[in-house]
């Protein structure tokens, strides 16, 4: 134990001289909140409870002062200028008898498990939401009338749009009327990006390479690049995660398996390829996310915030120490501008050697159009109008490069804070215009203990 204890922070000093984090110390790093509320002094808080357990998906309409809460059994739409009002109205949406039934024969938890576990709520269109929950094992989906705030008579297949575990990690959006989610669906099936209400439904590749591996989402986000984009450029959805890495320099400790925190990257206009890849991204590409000891950390939360227009579009992400250091705990927080993350999307990429079964550079001719890039006006002009009309030459390159070369790192090179003996699990940003004038980040920090 002792050795092995040794050994990380071995790993840590090579991490540290290696140039990961910066030349400060963790000492200089270890900031302390303006402002830390414990739990015990949230009484004056005002507070929401029912009957019903496991609030976890939040969809706030800002505009019409609505807080949309999913929970186990029950939609909650909520007064968001004081949610303890009373003025709540609620969907009661429990897994019926027998699916709960059918859910305790596969060997589930009765007390926790087959349960209708609300996990995604997201505006539809103009008049509706659009809801989906495990159902017991058994996910559904509901487009739901937001004024009637009723379950309609007829529910909608869920196993491609929800996981059925609901305690898999998972994120989902809908965008433009498309729905797009992230999870492993179901136990045995791979881990996936999909693309669903769209007459174009994607997937991602499961062959020869594996574009995600044993993934654990964390949150996912759009940026609306189209904007003003004197390219002709299309808005793009981010999808943050874990996964178990296969680059070269993963296999210095054998003994773990070495999960690393990752941002890849669809095009929303994509409509897979013709022949290769068909119904599958033509635009998938992922990175390396690292914060400050690459390897040991574990990503927990993502914020994204722009300041009225995507080029300012920052994220900020929580990470804590992953188990294998056991006897530590510590958390950090790192900011990624948008260029970061475009300038390791532009960059080299990697390829899977079959016999060392590792990720190295590639360095061969890479095809055009860029393998992995959105339509552009530029791709327009050379008579590529939609992903359908790729060449062949790309669709297959983009099938073995999902990966890329370059690394994401945090803004100025190192974390804005790193805190020992403390687990932070989820984040929120607001951007906030002080006294003196000038606009301030404010994170807002959960802790694991409350
Ligand atoms: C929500 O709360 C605000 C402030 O308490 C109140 O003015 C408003 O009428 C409430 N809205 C509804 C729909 O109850
Ligand atoms: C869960 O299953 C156990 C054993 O099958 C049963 O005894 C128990 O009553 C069930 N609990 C609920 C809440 O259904
Ligand atoms: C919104 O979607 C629902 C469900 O698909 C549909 O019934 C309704 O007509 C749509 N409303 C608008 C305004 O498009
Ligand atoms: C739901 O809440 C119960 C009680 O707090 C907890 O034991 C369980 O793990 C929760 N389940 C999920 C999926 O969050």
Redesign the pocket.
């Known amino acids: 134990m002792r050795r092995r204890m040794a050994w990380y922070l071995l790993v840590l000093l090579a991490a540290a001289t290696m140039g990961y984090p910066s030349r400060r110390s963790a000492v200089d790093l270890d900031a302390t909140p303006r402002t830390t509320i414990t739990y015990k002094e949230l009484s004056d808080v005002r507070r929401f409870s029912s009957h019903a357990?496991?609030y976890?998906t939040l969809l706030l309409e800002d505009e019409k002062g609505i807080l949309y809460v999913g929970a186990?059994g029950a939609i909650f739409a909520l007064n968001s200028s004081n949610i303890a009002d009373g003025s709540q109205r609620e969907i009661r949406w429990e897994a019926s008898p027998e699916k709960q039934n059918d859910c305790l024969q596969k060997g589930k938890n009765n007390k926790?498990?087959c349960f209708n576990?609300v996990r995604l709520v997201q505006r539809l269109n103009d008049t509706h939401l659009y809801a989906c929950g495990t159902y017991a094992f058994h996910p559904l989906c509901a487009a739901i009338d937001a004024d009637r705030f009723v379950l309609p008579p007829h529910l909608e297949e869920g196993k491609e749009k929800c996981p059925y575990d609901?305690?898999r990690g998972y994120t989902g959006l809908i965008v433009d009327g498309g729905l797009y989610t992230a999870t492993r669906y179901e136990f045995r099936s791979l881990p996936d990006i999909r693309r669903n209400l769209h007459q174009r439904p994607l997937k991602t590749e499961e062959s020869p390479v594996h574009w995600l591996n044993d993934a654990e989402f964390v949150a996912s986000v759009l940026v609306r690049e189209s904007e003003h984009s004197p390219v002709g450029d299309d808005d793009k959805l981010y999808y943050f995660f874990m996964e178990r890495a296969a680059e070269e320099s993963a296999s210095f400790d054998k003994s773990h398996v070495a999960r690393v925190a990752r941002v890849a990257r669809v095009c929303k206009s994509d409509l897979g390829g013709k022949k290769i890849l068909q119904r599958k991204w033509t635009s998938f590409m992922k990175a390396r996310l690292v914060c400050y000891i690459p390897y040991y950390e574990v990503l927990k939360g993502v914020h994204s915030v722009d300041g009225g227009s995507w080029p300012s579009t920052v994220f900020y992400a929580t990470f804590t120490l992953s188990a294998q250091w056991r006897s530590m705990e510590a958390s950090a927080v790192c900011q990624y501008n948008i260029s970061e993350l475009q300038r390791a999307f532009e960059g080299p990429y990697m390829q899977y050697q079959d016999n060392t079964r590792k990720w190295t550079l590639y360095d061969g001719e890479v095809p055009a159009p860029r393998p992995g890039s959105c339509i552009t006006n530029r791709s327009r002009e050379d008579g590529y109008r939609s992903s359908q009309d790729l060449p062949n030459g790309v669709l297959d390159f983009v099938k073995l490069h999902p990966l890329m070369f370059e690394e994401v790192k945090p803004a100025r090179g190192e974390p804005l804070l790193v805190k020992k003996n403390v687990l932070y699990t989820a984040l929120a940003v607001d951007r906030a215009l002080a006294l003196d004038g000038q606009q301030y980040d404010v994170l807002f920090m959960g802790t694991g203990d409350g």
């Open positions: 357990l496991n976890t186990r926790t498990e576990h609901p305690a």
